[in-house]
């Protein structure tokens, strides 16, 4: 038995950076990686966030087809958010289809993992707080097994951000981010221990490992690893933070070589983020906007209103929603990360909110008032685009997804507490996702050194199945791109379609019950979202 396919994710990774580092020597094995396969940039779903595009990405389904649209589920009865979780997941996905075949599959450090499935493999879900990550593995007792490699070290592997306690924009100086930074470099080779560990021991046919740090770094550090997007480093402290930004890629890079030795030259390898980045300096208030345009009012409480402490855990990202004033309350934003606004339907005709027969006005007319909002700093277009939820949500989950959804022009990320700006200003360039990440691939049937066209996300799945010699199932949305085979290969190895199945079977026990987080546990999730910047 050998790993057929070797999916390696790295997360948020762009050739904007890449190519850079490339051209600096700093990735000589992702050059060489590059020259001898498939080359393509990759789109992401909308939003372009990190939970629904790596579900897009192993269910080949888009988001309202899914169920995953954010970090957050939002429970539309109550307004009260918690986290999605992989029951969330209405869909196979690459690993429980490999099961379902006959096939290993082993999957380290993807989100909507946990509860982990159980499959014929392994399991290490990421996102999951330290203390829960013993229980969230699979098969049982996995983690124990674990703990004797050198180095492992299970704070650091899981979510424990206590180690850190820095925040966006907390990082002052050379002291705080070279650690925060040495720690993701350690975290990568726990993940890559791990995973040699477990292929050397019962190899998966199917094995994916996902890196977190490329996006972790380029949140914080995007203005050191391209000053360019900036302004020029000047201290010696900056440029030493550059220079441990790079280590850290070396040291990736070094990774992925090894990772594609132990496979050795019969496996495809696939490397692939779920988004891409870019620079960003600024929030949208949105809901500030929503109260100024008289779609939303907030409650008489919200001026006295104890923002801090005043709820437990993963309330606190909602606790806006205790601040409105739900009598006049027709439009809001439930979550900072999800970019969209939800509007409030008065379905009865006796409840607040928008009439149904008035929805589809009141919505055009939103999208307007969106699209002319100008920067009151710099005169430009604040939204380049609103997508509705039919464009972006469409499918049978879609109905709890938010009614539109920002792509801002900025490129940045949207507040959702009240603010006395329309648009904040960050101290210094940050980075934040875009819609284009990367793809390539390496393998036995594929091309060599070509750069083709777009992919979407959607394609890597059918891709991954075919590669592993099953038919595409119908309901998978993307296609298996025969641009990225050798001249003969499709011909020898045709696509077999099969057609789209009644419900579908997950690998997920249902009836089992999903481990609670306490508020505590919450805690260290919330604290990596603020980290990044996504929750305040
Ligand atoms: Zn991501």
Redo the contacts with the bound molecule.
């Keep these: 038995m050998s790993v057929n396919t070797l999916l390696i994710g790295l ?2 990774a762009t050739y904007l950076v890449l190519d850079a580092l490339m051209e600096q020597g700093v990735m000589p094995f992702l050059q060489s990686f590059l020259a001898e396969g498939v080359r393509a940039d990759m789109r992401t779903i909308v939003p372009p966030l ?1 939970p629904p ?1 790596w579900t897009s990405l192993m269910t080949g389904r888009r988001p309202g087809e899914h169920g995953v649209f954010d970090f957050f589920q939002l429970e539309p009865e109550s307004r009260h958010v918690r986290f999605f979780t992989s029951h969330d997941i209405h869909s196979d996905t690459i690993f429980s289809l490999a099961s379902q075949n006959g096939l290993r599959a082993t999957a380290l450090n993807f989100p909507s993992m946990f509860p982990a499935p159980k499959i014929a493999g392994y399991v290490v879900p990421g996102w999951v707080p330290w203390r829960q990550l013993r229980l969230a593995c699979w098969p049982e007792g996995l983690l124990d097994s674990l703990k004797n490699l050198p180095g492992f070290n299970q704070r650091e592997l899981a979510m424990d951000i206590k180690l850190e306690e820095r925040t966006t924009e907390g990082c002052a100086d050379s002291g705080e981010y070279g650690p925060w930074i040495e720690l993701h470099t350690r975290r990568e080779h726990n993940w890559f221990d791990i995973f040699r560990h477990l292929t050397v021991e019962n190899p998966s046919a199917l094995t994916a490992v996902l890196f977190d740090g490329v ?1 972790k770094l380029q949140h914080l550090c995007w203005r050191f690893i391209r000053p360019e997007d900036a302004r020029p480093l000047e201290n010696d402290w900056e440029h030493k933070i550059r220079a441990l930004c790079l280590e850290y890629f070396r040291r990736l890079d070094g990774i992925l070589e090894q990772m594609c030795a132990l496979v050795g030259p019969e496996t495809t390898v696939l490397l692939t983020s ?2 891409g980045f870019g620079p960003t300096r600024t929030a949208f208030h949105i809901n500030s906007w929503l109260e100024r345009k008289g779609y939303l009012a907030w409650s008489e409480a919200a001026a006295t209103w104890d923002t801090q402490g005043a709820l437990l855990g993963v309330s606190q990202v909602a606790r806006h929603t205790w601040m409105l004033d739900w009598t006049r309350t027709l439009a809001f934003s439930a979550t900072p990360t999800s970019s969209g606004i939800y509007i409030v339907i008065n379905r009865d005709g006796n409840s607040p909110g928008v009439p149904v027969s008035d929805y589809g006005a009141f919505r055009r007319r939103m999208i307007t008032d969106l699209l002319e909002e100008r920067d009151p700093r710099t005169g430009q277009p604040i939204v380049e685009h609103v997508w509705t939820r039919e464009e972006v949500f469409s499918g049978p989950y879609g109905d709890t997804a938010p009614d539109l959804t920002l792509t801002l022009t900025d490129g940045g990320a949207i507040s959702i507490l009240p603010s006395k700006d329309l648009v904040s200003v960050r101290p210094d360039v940050a980075g934040q ?1 875009r819609p284009l990440g990367i793809f390539a691939a390496r393998g036995p049937r594929l091309r060599r050194g070509v750069r083709i066209g777009e992919l979407s996300i959607l394609d890597v799945a059918p891709t991954i199945v075919h590669t592993l010699g099953l038919p595409v199932p119908g309901e998978m949305r993307g296609r298996v791109p025969e641009e990225i085979y050798e001249q003969g290969a499709m011909r020898d190895r045709p696509v077999r379609r099969v057609a789209a199945a009644a419900p579908v079977a997950t690998s997920y026990d249902e009836s089992a019950a999903i481990p609670k987080m306490n508020p505590e546990d919450e805690e260290l999730v919330l604290e990596r979202l603020r980290e990044l910047g996504y929750v305040e």
């Design positions: 997360d948020g990190t595009a996006d779920d988004h996702h």
